[in-house]
């Protein structure tokens, strides 16, 4: 059995600035041998962790979908050791991954399902990742009317820039993209998250709501998912932990007899209403 | 050692009546004999658990910082110099607690006692004057009180509390000023024993940072082991990261280490932690004149700068 | 049973013997302390002791552990993993409550989804000689987790202390086979029945067993139970309890430098500390003791039996003889079963 604690290698091919404040990354890797590719699987909401030899290791969600071959887009926050640097680090530098983690989005659950996607901020990463997964053309008739709603606290912090108007053109998916403060450039929606999927209103009957973002947000955003009527079992959240090994041994990730690492980090709402709210 | 329980449950008992404060933190009896354990006391009745016997040895004083609320502590005579530090550094507003200052006989090393009598395990004792007596299975025991002090007991300079609001039993004769004879000693020695010894003991530590948590003065949100930018030094038990470590936090306690012992007390691999702070204290002495926690009003000489400092690093001056 | 007997003179050169074959652990005396070590020689053993000061865990998990070295941060596909075991290891003197807990181990790093190399590296081909505690301390509480001083759970020999000599009871065809060149004398009617005495009286002198009977329906419930708050009070975060803990494993994973390259540890973690849990965001699910106390009961007396079928304790009492601040763990159990 493969030792889970050796990081498989990756080169840097890309790296995109996200954000105006430049704190966000998004790194496109590529494996450094042929075979490593073919034996990485995944699926969307799964996560890796990423190794900097000498700094250590951080898990990250796969950003990008996995019908998406040669490449595995990873949206790096700079917060603290190993994310600066990664930051500093540029394409042709290699770094370890190991994974996939987690147990991702229940995809077969979805298919043939109305999907609203509600994603804030920087946790947005996981659900891009399921978006364009569901709207490449080998999957879209698989499910039913995809709904996202997005939004950053300024329009600088927005990520994806160049895909979000992509998206937008596109008829098989109903996109709102909304910034908790506008500036003078801004031409579109202006509300937080929660007011903006409440003013949506997407259908609840036979849809799964996906809701990813900063606490504060979910804590909001969650009442009007239920007054929309979707019920626990129908609404998936991804959490965020201090994790470090990510194969559910270490202890840092443990909630009641769960880890989020290896039983999560997707848990629907009914399944975290019986855990303790230690999260 | 006289038996203060009873009137330090009346004092309590009246305090919390007249609502003085919400809280009193002291000991009460442990669940295995030879140990006393601190309690939390916030009506009239739980004070009847209160106790005072040669094992109420932790330093309460960690307990005071960051309380909301208005606290009265019982406090040794080691335990209120860690207060008197405590509130010159502005982890305790003055006003925020009352010192129920105790003067203190020494507590007894029950690790010694325990390895004096091997296997054969204490299930009862008793304590009357100067005398404890062991009882076990098949055994009895009597031993004297003043033969087993620990060793920050036995050079005692501040038995009686520093500091105070109230005074529960007769104040004792103080000892000398600690000289610091055990420095000296080791001072003299060439360097190579000096080290041997001291690699010896950080050898034995497993890196449980419970030296640093019983500490009354580590209070830091974020201590300098745990920081990873920059990261200072290495987690494992290497002996020069583990020697860093300890040499560390010694220096972080320079003039500030108050010598009650909670760290030696705390630490299960029985590591000889107070050497290197008896060492900077001595030095402190030597070149500031100061002794921490004896003065409300001396800043720590680490805290504060004057220009007639001693700066006998400086070449050429 | 098979039971043969063994001097205690004896001891000294039968561990001679196996130390031909096997890295021998066993409890050796450091000043006032007894810990497990390695042993170069039989008669470094010391097996007259109650508990070894540090669980014998280390000998499976080690404070600190290589799981790989790189020559240099700029490639991540230049690791080199320590090699492995040469020779098997055993264990001599070790009482059944630390067996136990090896079982337990073997259910967190031995499972069909998880094999962890390191550890099965190390406890593969493990002898275990155990040694039946005929002088239970009054902090001891195996019996009330499932254990037992005489338990034969886990081990293949076990040593009875009768005076001058030892019962060994036979568990194991791997026992049976340490025993192979030591030609030892069977233990004859007069030697069993000095047994069955010296086991009797230990086991009576057990101080009486903590009721926690339902007590993981009980904490199952008392998530947010006010209790905590004064339960955890007097605690001071000082993680000496999961130290010297011979179950808990929690464990942490940090790179350190060594000249231009380095190595990843596998290194002890609490949850105790504070930073256990700290998020990079300044978050803390777990900020203060109480949080931190609760998780510790509730990961051993619940979680980890939903996870792996045992409780994460095995009552020799460590944590409570060793705790600074007297934090009893019988006492805790019994405020929760009361509740």
């Given at each position: ?25 998004t ?104 978006t364009?997964f ?71 009957d ?68 019986h ?5 | 050692?006289?038996?203060?329980s ?18 009193v ?79 203190c ?5 029950r ?20 005398k ?5 299975d098949?055994?009895?025991k ?34 000398a ?40 003065l ?10 990873t ?10 002996t ?29 691999m029985e590591v ?7 060492k ?11 002794e ?8 720590a ?17 | ?26 409890p ?50 230049d ?24 079982i ?12 962890d ?16 505690c ?9 019996t ?14 076990l ?50 067993k903590?009721?926690?009977d ?48 380095g ?14 849990t ?17 998780q510790r ?21 460590r ?21």
């Amino acid at each position: 059995m493969k030792n889970p604690y050796l990081p498989t290698p990756m080169r840097i091919e890309r790296v995109v600035v996200e954000t105006e404040d430049k704190n966000i990354k998004t790194f496109s890797l590529s494996f450094l041998h042929k075979e490593d590719e073919a034996n990485f699987k995944y699926v969307p909401g799964q996560f890796a962790e990423l190794s900097v030899l000498g700094k250590g290791e951080a898990p990250f969600g796969m950003a990008s979908s996995p019908t998406q071959t040669g490449r595995l887009e990873f949206t790096v926050n700079k917060m603290g050791l190993v994310t600066t640097e990664l930051h500093s680090m540029e394409p042709g530098e290699t770094i370890g991954i190991r994974g996939p983690l987690g147990n991702g989005y229940p995809v077969e659950a979805l298919e043939g399902k109305d999907i609203v996607v509600i994603g804030g901020g920087f946790g947005f990463s996981t659900l891009r990742a399921l978006t364009n997964f569901m709207l490449d053309k080998r999957n879209r008739s698989r499910f039913g009317d995809i709904t996202v709603i997005y939004g950053a606290r300024n329009p600088g912090l927005l990520l994806y820039k160049e895909e979000l108007p992509e998206w937008a053109k596109r008829d098989d998916l109903q996109l709102y993209v909304t910034v908790d403060r506008g500036d003078e450039d801004w031409k579109g929606k202006v509300g937080v998250v929660p007011v903006i999927a409440k003013e949506a209103a997407p259908r609840a009957d036979n849809a799964y709501a996906l809701v990813c973002g900063p606490p504060i947000m979910i804590k909001f955003t969650l009442p009007v998912v239920q007054e929309l009527g979707f019920s626990p079992e129908r609404v998936l959240l991804s959490l965020e932990m201090r994790m470090k090994c990510g194969l559910g041994k270490c202890g840092r990730c443990n909630i009641g007899n769960k880890y989020v690492c290896r039983d999560g980090p997707v848990f629907t709402l009914a399944q975290l209403n019986h855990l303790p709210a230690e999260y | 050692m006289p038996d203060l329980s009873a009137k330090i449950r009346e004092v309590v008992q009246k305090m919390l009546r007249e609502q003085e404060v919400e809280l009193v933190i002291g000991f009460e009896q442990g669940s295995m004999p030879l140990h006393s354990t601190p309690c939390f006391i916030r009506n009239e009745e739980d004070a009847q658990r209160l106790v005072w016997n040669s094992f109420c040895d932790n330093n309460l004083a960690k307990y005071l910082v960051k309380r909301p609320e208005k606290v009265a502590i019982v406090a040794k005579g080691c335990d209120t110099r860690a207060i008197v530090e405590l509130i010159k550094e502005k982890q305790v507003p003055r006003d925020q607690v009352v010192i129920i200052g105790i003067p203190c006989q020494g507590m007894v090393d029950r690790r010694r006692i325990e390895a004096e009598l091997e296997l054969n395990e204490i299930l009862e004792y008793e304590e009357q004057d100067n005398k404890l007596t062991l009882k076990g299975d098949g055994f009895t025991k009597t031993v004297n009180r003043d033969e087993y002090l620990y060793p920050c007991c036995q050079a005692c300079p501040h038995k009686n509390p520093t500091t105070y609001d109230i005074l529960i039993g007769d104040m004792v004769a103080e000892q000398a000023p600690d000289q610091y004879p055990d420095i000296a000693e080791f001072e003299a020695k060439p360097p190579e024993e000096r080290w041997q010894y001291i690699s010896g003991e950080v050898n034995k530590c497993i890196r449980c940072y419970a030296c640093r948590n019983a500490c009354p003065l580590c209070y830091c949100k974020e201590c300098f082991v745990d920081k990873t930018h920059p990261q200072w030094i290495g987690k494992t038990t290497d002996t020069n990261d583990t020697f860093i470590f300890h040499l560390m936090r010694a220096f972080h306690l320079a003039g500030r280490c108050v010598e009650c012992g909670a760290c030696e007390r705390a630490c299960p691999m029985e590591v000889d932690i107070r050497k290197l702070n008896r060492k900077l204290a001595a030095d402190v002495k030597e070149l500031f004149g100061y002794e921490a926690g004896t003065s409300l009003d001396q800043i720590a000489p680490l805290a504060t700068f004057r220009p007639d400092d001693p700066e006998e690093f400086m070449l050429g001056v | 049973m098979k039971a043969k007997v063994i001097k205690k003179d004896d001891i000294a050169g039968f561990l001679d013997s196996l130390l031909k074959e096997y890295e021998v652990f066993a409890p050796v005396k450091r000043d006032r302390l007894v810990v497990f070590d390695r042993i170069h020689s039989g008669k470094e053993a010391f097996l007259n002791y109650t508990t070894s000061i540090t669980s014998p865990k280390e000998i499976l998990l080690p404070q600190s552990e290589t799981l790989f070295t790189y020559s240099s941060t700029d490639s991540a596909a230049d690791v080199e993993v320590p090699s492995g075991e040469e020779r098997p290891r055993l264990i001599f003197g070790i009482h059944p409550c630390d067996v136990k807990s090896l079982i337990f181990l073997d259910r967190i790093f031995n499972e069909e989804e998880y094999k962890d190399a390191y550890y099965l590296g190390r406890r593969h081909a493990m002898v275990v000689v155990s040694m039946g505690c005929i002088k239970p301390r009054a902090t001891c509480f195996c019996t009330s987790v499932g254990g037992g001083p005489f338990s034969t759970e886990g081990s293949d020999l076990l040593l009875i202390d009768i005076g001058d000599e030892y019962i060994v009871q036979v568990i194991s065809d791997k026992g049976e086979k340490l025993l192979g060149k030591a030609h030892l004398e069977d233990a004859g009617e007069d030697r069993l029945s000095l047994m069955k005495r010296v086991t009797q009286d230990a086991e009576a002198s057990m101080a009486p067993k903590l009721n926690i009977d339902g007590l993981k329906e009980k904490l199952d419930k008392m998530f947010d139970d006010p209790i905590w708050d004064l339960l955890a009070e007097k605690c001071i975060s000082c993680g000496v309890c999961t130290y010297l803990c011979p179950t808990c494993y929690c464990f942490d994973i940090v790179d350190e430098t060594r000249n231009s390259g380095g190595e990843r540890l596998r290194l002890w973690d609490s949850c105790q500390f504070p930073l256990f849990t700290l998020q990079a965001s300044g978050e803390n699910p777990r900020p203060t003791t109480k949080e931190r106390y609760r998780q510790r009961i509730m990961h051993k007396f619940s979680y980890l039996i939903d996870n792996c079928g045992q409780i994460g304790c095995v009552g020799c009492g460590r944590c409570v003889t060793e705790c600074p601040v007297n934090l009893d763990i019988r006492q805790v159990l019994t405020a929760i079963s009361n509740r």
